[in-house]
T-cell receptor
């Protein structure tokens, strides 16, 4: 059974700092991995999608990497801003389903 | 990205009544939609996979008679919580994928259900 773990569970950083969020999964036979952002009481916004054949994806200040063989992904956020404060979720596509991690709660202090 | 609209965004109902939540893909067709439940400070748990024109596939432990799913068209799936009880209070989120093969999942805004 696929399990997804995210570390740390919570993170508080000053504005402007670069940071890394970690995601690991137990079964490397995935189709893709997706990073999402969730604001309190809201749905999920897709940030980056990495196919299993890819190593990384970039969008603006966000860069996500995937090491499928070791079952790991990282989300790098450059020059963090208070508006980046949210919960970040990673999910792997396992068959037809998405399996989610518990998320990392990020707070960027101004 | 593609847009998935979920309605209502919040609802309060009395114990014993039923509540219907709608999930629409606005600019794409989705033969498959997914319904999730999220408890406070926890991640999303898949409840069921909704298939257009056929019966939904429920995850283990999810009561299909309690959570009725209908996917009558390529752009609409509904989740009905029947005879709701306070323990059904939760955040429900739907997701859809474009039928043309794009594997990216798009999510609705979520529905906060409170049963009193």
């Amino acid at each position: 059974k696929q399990e997804v773990t995210q570390i740390p569970a919570a993170l508080s950083v000053p504005e402007g700092e670069n940071l890394v969020l970690n995601c690991s999964f137990t079964d490397s036979a995935i189709y893709n991995l997706q990073w999402f952002r969730q604001d309190p009481g809201k749905g999920l916004t897709s940030l980056l999608l990495i196919q299993s054949s890819q190593r990384e994806q970039t969008s603006g200040r966000l860069n996500a990497s995937l090491d499928k063989s070791s079952g790991r992904s990282t989300l790098y956020i450059a020059a963090s801003q208070p508006g980046d404060s949210a919960t970040y979720l990673c999910a792997v596509k396992d068959g037809n389903k998405l399996v989610f991690g518990a998320g990392t709660i990020l707070r960027v202090k101004s | 990205g593609a847009v998935v609209s979920q309605h209502p965004s919040w609802v309060i109902c009395k114990s014993g009544t039923s509540v219907k939540i709608e999930c629409r893909s606005l600019d794409f067709q989705a033969t498959t939609m997914f319904w999730y439940r999220q408890f406070p400070k926890q991640s999303l748990m898949l409840m069921a996979t909704s298939n257009e024109g056929s019966k939904a596939t429920y995850e283990q432990g999810v009561e299909k008679d309690k959570f009725l799913i209908n996917h009558a068209s390529l752009t609409l799936s509904t989740l009905t919580v029947t005879s709701a009880h306070p323990e059904d209070s939760s955040f429900y989120i739907c997701s859809a994928r474009d039928s043309r093969g794009n594997t990216e999942a798009f999510f609705g805004q979520g529905t906060r259900l409170t049963v009193v």
